[in-house]
T-cell receptor
Framework: ETGVTQSPTHLIKTRGQQVTLRCSSQ?????VSWYQQALGQGPQFIFQ???????GRGNFPPRFSGLQFPNYSSELNVNALELDDSALYLC???????????????FGPGTRLLVL | AQSVTQLDSHVSVSEGTPVLLRCNYS??????LFWYVQHPNKGLQLLLK??????LVKGINGFEAEFKKSETSFHLTKPSAHMSDAAEYFC????????????FGRGTSLIVHP
């Protein structure tokens, strides 16, 4: 069974640029969530995708957007990067009873983004 | 609304002594509660979860947590710390009604001395 993978592992961008982060969910999982973890903080929920549709969003501006593909892999896109976007971005997949509060999420190792 | 408070930003113990990591939550609905561990440069790993079944939950690596509704707490314990337990620990709450969006605590860094 393959776990959740993310690419790239590290990324450096400059303010105003755009970035795309990628996530492959665990085999058999159709729900993917994205989180932002700033240094010294807990992860903050960005949004969740279930069967290619966004079905939940945290308190993040529209320049944070995403996609989920038919194979349930996912992308997180961030436009007009700001210095405060520097963080570890985590992807988590789950088996996919949409919105189930009891469902365990399985996390990838994250992508560390530095915005200069 | 839901929130979770991890009462200690750092906890320091000696190897072989008990571990207590404290978590309090607030919610308007019946919560599901989770503890995750994050080792340096690694993703989060689930230790255990409470989902309205038994109030004492046993997890991996000897950890357990007790859901106390009257105290709105879900503290994580382990009888004997091991050096490999040194990591960041996160308490997470999700609600059964309204928003299912998970809310993470700020984390507790567990330091284990030899």
């Amino acid at each position: 069974e393959t776990g959740v993978t993310q690419s790239p592992t590290h990324l450096i961008k400059t303010r105003g640029q755009q970035v795309t982060l990628r996530c492959s969910s665990q085999s058999g999982h159709n729900t993917v969530s994205w989180y932002q973890q700033a240094l010294g903080q807990g992860p903050q929920f960005i949004f969740q995708y279930y069967r290619e549709e966004e079905n939940g969003r945290g308190n993040f501006p529209p320049r944070f957007s995403g996609l989920q593909f038919p194979n349930y892999s996912s992308e997180l896109n961030v436009n007009a990067l700001e210095l405060d976007d520097s963080a570890l971005y985590l992807c988590a997949s789950s088996p996919g009873t949409s919105g189930s509060h009891q469902e365990t999420q399985y996390f990838g190792p994250g992508t560390r983004l530095l915005v200069l | 609304a839901q929130s979770v408070t991890q009462l200690d930003s750092h906890v320091s113990v000696s190897e072989g002594t008990p571990v207590l990591l404290r978590c309090n939550y607030s919610s308007s609905y019946s919560p599901s509660l989770f503890w995750y561990v994050q080792h340096p440069n690694k993703g989060l790993q689930l230790l255990l979860k409470y989902t309205s079944a038994a109030t004492l939950v046993k997890g991996i690596n000897g950890f357990e947590a007790e859901f106390k509704k009257s105290e709105t707490s879900f503290h994580l314990t382990k009888p004997s710390a091991h050096m490999s337990d040194a990591a960041e620990y996160f308490c997470v709450v999700r609600l059964s009604g309204g928003s299912y969006i998970p809310t993470f605590g700020r984390g507790t860094s567990l330091i284990v001395h030899p």
